[in-house]
């Protein structure tokens, strides 16, 4: 090897490398990745490796992946040697494991074994460059009358030029998929392994913490959290080449859902990522995400968002049929059959679960689909049939190919992180409805879009109430409620009370203003009055504490609220309290004056 070469790696492997190496006697790990897809498999199943002081992990990139971006900032973060292609062809390994088919797998000296980076292989993709082996240069039906040979089953991807099998071991996670591998390549059929879905275990491993997942997401107790879930391509939920749905569940998402009533979230595919850029996609959905939308981050955050979520509109790929087997109900927006192998069980799902009317109101579609949902047992029975044994019979596969015995602890995969708080703060200017139901009982509700219609001679009140950071600036100076969140000690606002005469004397059509001290109060003052504090009695976070500030105005200036008038109507909810309904939620909220500071 000439000593040197720009770019090669020279510790722990290289040109002299056991001068300079610590640990010279560790069996050699080669991870290859193909791009961030295939990296999330890749890193449920490293952590099978800790703690044995005689492994050493190395990792490669392919470069075969249309969707190379976010590879090299992965590789950095997992922190393991990353050596070039070149290099790791030439190096001396005892196992390489990937989660793909790209590039010269074939060119490795260490045993080889591939893992599935789905539920299993569904999808159908145009015969790979043999010179190459990228597998994804297609997607759907191939050219010509023949249908694309099915990922992972077909021999274009199985064998090796010479004809052989590419892989030592084909990791299996159902007798399902080993039928058809039989069937649509016999020579493979001896590699394959049955090793459980590592992914999938450490989802149902996650289900006692469904709860804190749920408060990570910022969601309150009575909401419900929608899902939104898109594989790549143009079929897909995501994708414009049919209508453009996700164009317009958007658009009914803020037309037909209460803001206090139902949060909403997106599960989008690394290659729709890290094909179209993180902030393409943010500027894209911008307004989404201004209005309560959470995107989820697509190698950490999405199964603790599936575990979290009341139901997924998803499409054909590999999470909307994870959230099938937890048992979520399941509305699929998009399921282009012909891109699926017609025996996987994932096709007879797609047949089977209900389908999005893309022309009809999605609010009727979600209450039906919760109403009548029934799980349906392929998608449990089928994403694994050895849920929970994955770590075991992988590590055990592992450790045979490298003729390594096993250390002595059991094996364990790592258990699924509580993601970072999501507030779920929504900035587009919000139309409120409310209704005075009774002495300080009021019933709201916000809508981010037109909400409904008001036609009626007994329908609600309309409010506007606006965040102070919204993009729309102009509808500050219509706001009936200006409000913001913060922590009641920011120096940059002074003081609750300060900040919220300084929008009194902004806005002159402003009627009261609201700053938002934390999940369960805030600080509320009434144009001319002093400003008082709104807060839960239990003192728990289950609604948003602005929607308590528009429970008020709509007390205090409604004709229904009966006839105490001005000052005395303040004086009577500072005594007896507000009772705010948002949807099927109650609760009552202690109204009293803010002490000021020395006071």
């Known amino acids: 090897m000439e000593r040197g070469r720009t770019g090669w790696v020279r510790v722990p492997v290289g040109d002299d490398a056991a001068r300079w190496t610590t640990r010279k006697k560790c069996l050699r790990v080669l991870v290859v990745v193909h791009n961030v897809t295939s990296a999330t498999r890749l890193l449920d199943v490293l952590p099978l490796f800790d703690d044995d002081l005689r492994v050493q992990l190395l990792a490669t990139c392919t470069g075969s992946s249309a969707f190379a971006a976010g590879t090299a900032e992965l590789l950095a973060d997992v922190g393991v040697p990353v050596l070039p292609w070149d290099q790791a062809a030439e190096a001396d390994v005892d196992l390489v494991i990937s989660a793909s088919f790209g590039g010269r797998l074939d060119a490795f000296s260490g045993k080889l074994i591939i893992l599935s980076h789905g539920v299993g292989y569904t999808k159908r993709l145009a015969t790979p460059d043999t010179g190459h082996r990228t597998p994804d ?357 002074g003081s609750p009370s300060l900040w919220t005469s300084e929008v009194l004397r902004r806005y002159r059509g402003c009627s009261l203003a609201a700053y938002v001290t934390g999940p369960s109060a805030c600080v509320a003052r009434v144009r001319g009055e002093e400003p008082v504090r709104l807060a839960t009695e239990e003192g728990e976070a289950d609604a948003d504490p602005a929607a308590y500030a528009s429970a008020l105005y709509a007390w205090l200036t409604t004709d229904g609220a009966g006839p105490v008038t001005g000052r005395a109507r303040l004086a009577r909810v500072v005594a007896d309290g507000l009772v705010v309904r948002t949807g099927d939620r109650v609760r009552r909220v202690r109204v009293t004056p803010l002490v000021p500071p020395g006071g």
């Open 137 to 493: 240069t297609g997607h759907g039906s191939g050219p010509g009358p023949e249908p694309a040979p099915v990922f992972g089953l077909a021999p274009s991807w199985l064998l090796s030029d010479r004809g052989d099998p590419l892989a030592d071991a084909l990791a299996l996670s159902h007798p399902e998929q080993l039928e058809r591998l039989r069937t649509a390549c016999p020579k493979a059929a001896p590699t394959a392994v049955l090793a459980g879905d590592p992914c999938y275990d450490r989802i149902l491993a996650a289900r006692p913490h469904r709860a804190r997942f749920r408060r990570a997401l910022g969601v309150r107790p009575g909401q419900r959290l929608v899902l939104l879930n898109s594989t790549w391509s143009g079929t897909s939920l995501f994708g414009d080449d049919g209508d453009d749905l996700i164009a317009a569940l958007l658009g009914r998402v803020a037309d037909e859902f209460p803001v206090d009533e139902f949060r909403f979230a997106a599960v989008l595919h690394p290659n729709i990522w890290h094909g179209h850029g993180p902030g393409q996609i943010r500027a894209w959905l911008d307004r989404a995400r201004r209005g309560g939308l959470t995107l989820i981050d697509p190698l950490h955050g999405w199964r603790q968002a599936l575990l979290a979520a009341d139901a997924v509109i998803g499409d054909h790929g590999s999470v909307t049929y994870y959230a099938a087997a937890l048992g979520t109900p399941v509305l699929l927006g998009a399921a282009p059959l012909a891109a699926l192998d017609p025996d996987a069980p994932i096709s007879s799902f797609m047949r089977e679960a209900p389908k999005l009317d893309p022309g009809a109101p999605l609010a009727p579609q979600l209450t039906e689909l919760l109403r009548r949902h029934r799980p349906l047992s392929g998608p449990a029975e089928f994403t694994s049939s050895v849920p929970g044994e994955s770590a075991a019979r992988l590590r055990r596969l592992f450790y045979s190919m490298m003729r390594a015995p096993e250390p002595g602890r059991p094996a364990s995969l790592t258990p699924l992180p509580l993601p970072g708080h999501e507030t779920g703060t929504v900035t587009v200017p919000l139309r409120v409805l409310s209704r005075v139901l009774g002495p300080g009982e009021v019933a709201v509700s916000r809508w981010t879009g037109t909400g409904p219609d008001l036609g009626a001679a007994d329908g609600p009140e309309l409010h506007l109430a606006v965040h102070e950071d919204t993009r729309d600036v102009d509808r500050l100076d219509l706001a009936d409620i200006v409000f913001r969140d913060g922590t009641p000690d920011d120096p940059r606002f």
